[in-house]
């Protein structure tokens, strides 16, 4: 009996002893992660130059952030193209507080802001020392696709989805291109003639569905309209995607039951069925016989299954999945459909206040194509038209940033940088920037 109540005890205290091993292991884990590790990089980021808010305890500059967005939003936007306070202003505070060499706090993962050219070049060619971040889990949903690879990932779907934007490829979604816009003239053109004098038409609604309409028809051809109904609820999750980037994440929270996360998944759900449903219809209808579609969709499954033939069978993870292929589908429109329709507006725009580039630009298009429809080969004449475009891009980026993560330590010209922080790559400041582009800048 003596024995058995030793066993007993030695065993109780085994157990209490592991779990107490376990429990300070844990919260030496936490201590490090909230508080530890963030100073550290703190303390070698300041050595170096940098500034920047003190570290707050788990959600740094979060909360900031935040309200200087919803200050910055819930104001009438001003006409005027230094648009960095309305659409960057944590970073746009940042660089007025600290200069160009800031750092900001994303949680406990401090973010630093590069704007030097040969420093941005270096970190966009050196793909495997800055790597892509990993996504929120639920903005995930939205799409991941190309954008989000890295090296060998990376490699391997440029190569499939490379041929889908040969020149040739391109020249025959051109149809579909001029039949899209047309449809949108005529629709403006009813609308103005039903009423007299002039007419206020806002025109943001009709370029979006006009980008909308134009990758579905490339994306999908003669699917068309089921694939404009998948892009509709892709809009749908984007907007949620947005509102969930931006709160602080919190590991296991996609699986909490809340009703944003039960819509996006709910979303996804559709997505997914509907672009496998489309898929495996031209799986079948290639099987009997039936010719390969000439558009996005068409072309990626090609040459992915000539991808797949010529590569040794032995070979793990050759060519993409049909969850890749998904993916992919979701990033042509998720990158194309907002973008495209945010340029065109802002051109509009910007052409209403120049009238005198509005007046050199109809001049050109008029000379190269007088009343003919426009060809490819004309489109790459519209030399004015291009310089507008771009401009355009450079004052209302599509994005206003790109991240890359360091994993290890490392070196950017001058400075070293420590595993654990992130990079940005602040498109809009230095778009903006009048030291890159002179007084005239915005």
């Avoid at 007299?196 to 038409?201: D, N, T």
């Avoid at 998720?334 to 051109?347: C, D, N, P, Y």
């Amino acid at each position: 009996m003596f024995m058995f109540n030793m066993m007993e005890i030695t065993f109780s205290m085994i157990v209490l002893s592991v779990i107490t091993i376990m429990v300070l292991r844990s919260a030496w884990r936490a201590l490090r992660w909230v508080w530890l590790k963030p100073k550290k990089l703190e303390r070698h980021l300041r050595e170096q130059g940098f500034g920047g808010n003190s570290y707050r305890i788990l959600f740094g500059d979060l909360k900031e952030s935040s309200r200087l967005i919803n200050e910055a939003t819930s104001m009438p936007m001003n006409f005027t193209h230094d648009i960095a306070p309305r659409a960057f202003p944590f970073f746009h505070q940042s660089l007025k507080s600290y200069g160009k060499n800031f750092f900001i706090w994303v949680g406990t993962t401090p973010v630093v802001s590069i704007m030097n050219p040969e420093q941005l070049k270096d970190i966009l060619s050196k793909n495997y020392s800055f790597r892509k971040p990993d996504a929120n889990p639920l903005a995930k949903l939205l799409a991941t696709g190309l954008a989000s690879y890295d090296a060998e990932k990376w490699a391997k779907h440029r190569r499939i989805i490379n041929p889908a934007f040969h020149l040739e490829k391109l020249k025959n979604v051109l149809p579909g291109f001029h039949q899209s816009c047309n449809d949108m003239i005529s629709k403006w053109e009813s609308l103005v003639s039903k009423e007299p004098g002039l007419v206020e038409l806002d025109v943001w609604p009709y370029l979006q569905k006009l980008s909308s309409d134009v990758i579905s028809r490339a994306a999908f051809g003669s699917s068309y309209e089921e694939g404009r109904m998948i892009f509709e609820l892709q809009r749908e999750l984007a907007e949620l995607a947005i509102k969930s980037v931006r709160s602080i994440y919190i590991p296991g929270g996609r699986f909490l039951p809340t009703k944003m996360n039960k819509r996006m998944k709910e979303i996804d759900r559709q997505i997914q069925a509907s672009l496998k449903g489309i898929i495996n219809k031209r799986e079948n209808a290639t099987k009997v016989g039936g010719a390969i579609n000439d558009d996005l969709l068409g072309i990626l499954m090609e040459s992915n299954s000539k991808e797949i033939q010529e590569k040794d069978n032995n070979i793990k993870n050759i060519g993409m999945s049909l969850k890749d292929v998904i993916e992919e589908c979701k990033l042509f429109y998720l990158a194309g459909q907002e973008t495209t329709s945010a340029l065109l507006v802002w051109t509009m725009v910007l052409l209403s206040r120049y009238p005198n580039w509005q007046a050199r630009a109809r001049e050109e298009v008029l000379q190269v194509f007088g009343k003919e429809k426009p060809d490819f080969d004309g489109l790459n004449h519209l030399k004015v038209v291009t310089m507008i475009l771009y401009e355009v891009l450079r004052l209302y980026p599509p994005a206003v940033a790109l991240s890359r993560v360091v994993h290890e330590d490392t070196k950017l010209g001058s400075l070293s940088l420590p595993a654990g922080v992130q990079v940005s790559l602040p498109i809009i400041l230095i778009h903006h920037d009048r030291e890159l582009w002179g007084d005239d800048a915005r």
